[in-house]
């Protein structure tokens, strides 16, 4: 059974970076097929993809967060990261770190932008919600 695990600092200042990291237990980041994805979901809205770090390290990032977000991993950890630079208020949402294919992710870079279905991920962290406010 893998299991995700988000952790960070729940309260981020406008201006500040939002760090976030994933923490995967019961199976390997490095799994063939398998892509590991940041997605985030703000109050009274549906889910958004941010990005994804694949089984071979290639990272992807939503065209609409490109210039503020960076995602990396740490395989002795077996961890992956979300930086979400620059943020304001509307970065504020619940962010879950999920498990997805490489063949959704290449649909996903395609249509970075349609709406999220849970059931493109079979493996789901609980979400941690992140407060960006002074």
């Known amino acids: 059974q893998v299991q995700l695990q988000e952790s960070g600092p729940g309260l981020v200042k406008p201006s500040q970076k939002l760090s976030l990291t994933c923490t995967v237990s019961g199976g390997s980041i490095t799994t063939s097929s398998y892509a590991w994805n940041w997605i985030r979901q703000p109050p009274g809205k549906g889910l958004e993809w941010m990005g994804a770090?694949?089984?071979?390290?290639?990272?992807y990032v939503s065209p609409s967060l490109k210039n503020r977000t960076s995602i990396f991993r740490d395989t002795s950890k077996n961890q992956f990261s979300l930086q979400l630079s620059s943020v304001t208020p509307e970065d504020t949402a619940v962010y879950f770190c999920?498990?997805?294919?490489?063949?959704?992710?290449?649909?996903?870079?395609?249509?970075?932008?349609?709406?999220?279905?849970?059931?493109?991920?079979?493996?789901w962290g609980q979400g941690t919600l992140v407060t960006v406010s002074s």
């Open positions: 999920a498990r997805g294919t490489t063949e959704r992710l290449i649909s996903l870079l395609f249509r970075p932008d349609l709406p999220q279905e849970k059931t493109w991920y079979d493996y």
């Open positions: 770090i694949a089984d071979d390290g290639s990272t």
